[in-house]
């Protein structure tokens, strides 16, 4: 079956643009995690929900990030008047039970 | 807060070798323990975990790892490395079944032939 989707698979952002990045969670997952992956570190945690309820977003470095799940299935993450330091591949993961499943990630260039 | 040390940013290891990725966890009770492989441009693939019971787990791609609760160790070992296992492999830690995951740092594996 068909795994986790993100799209754009790449985004060049000038400094001060909005961007949204959009997961597509492997159907019938009901949890769906939001992680940041800087240059040469691991993934770290931003956001997660359980349907369309957003328990822990802890892990969003700002308030210029934003996370969404309206119909409890696909995600979107928005990062408003985006800061070169935001550069970074965004990865979405989403489960059913204990083991979560990962998409090929956002690779997101502030210029 | 939890973390997690993965010591070693490269390894080197030849093809038919054996290789141990060290993994060290900081967590007052007892972890929910994973290893994923990131190849470039993909996403994380998880290699195994552990939750309870036998300390000895056994992953896909013929990769294993022992939990050590007196060390809070958790290493990644394959008896034979093939090339196709050069990639990035990541340990990371969750306090609770199903919940957010700490990563480390990541491990980069070379194979050379």
């Known amino acids: 079956g068909a795994g986790v989707s993100q799209s754009p698979r790449y985004k060049v952002a000038k400094r001060g643009q909005d961007v949204a990045l959009r997961c597509d969670p492997i159907?019938?997952?009901?949890?769906l995690f939001w992680y940041q992956q800087a240059l040469g570190q691991g993934p770290e945690f931003l956001t997660y929900?359980?349907?369309?309820?957003?328990?822990?977003k802890s892990g969003l470095p700002s308030d210029r990030f934003f996370a969404e799940r309206p119909e409890g299935s696909v995600s979107t993450l928005k990062i408003q008047r985006t800061q070169q330091e935001d550069s970074a591949v965004y990865l979405c993961?989403?489960?059913?039970?204990?083991?979560?499943?990962f998409g090929p990630g956002t690779r997101l260039t502030v210029t | 807060a939890q973390s997690v040390t993965q010591p070693d940013i490269h390894i080197t290891v030849s093809e038919g070798a054996s290789l141990e990725l060290r993994c060290n966890y900081s967590?007052?009770?007892?972890?929910?323990l994973f290893w994923y492989v990131q190849s470039p441009g993909q996403g994380l693939q998880l290699l195994l975990k552990?939750?309870?019971?036998?300390?000895l787990v056994q992953g896909i791609k013929g990769f294993e790892a022992e939990f050590k609760r007196s060390q809070s160790s958790f290493n990644l070992r394959k008896p034979s490395v093939h090339w196709s296992d050069a990639a990035e492999y990541f340990c990371?830690?969750?306090?609770?079944?199903?919940?957010?995951?700490?990563f480390g740092a990541g491990t980069i594996l070379r194979v050379k032939s």
């Open positions: 159907s019938g997952h009901v949890s």
């Open positions: 990371a830690v969750g306090t609770e079944y199903g919940n957010k995951l700490v």
């Open positions: 929900f359980q349907n369309e309820a957003q328990l822990d």
């Open positions: 552990y939750f309870s019971g036998d300390t």
């Open positions: 967590y007052g009770a007892t972890p929910y």
């Open positions: 993961a989403s489960s059913l039970a204990s083991e979560q499943y």
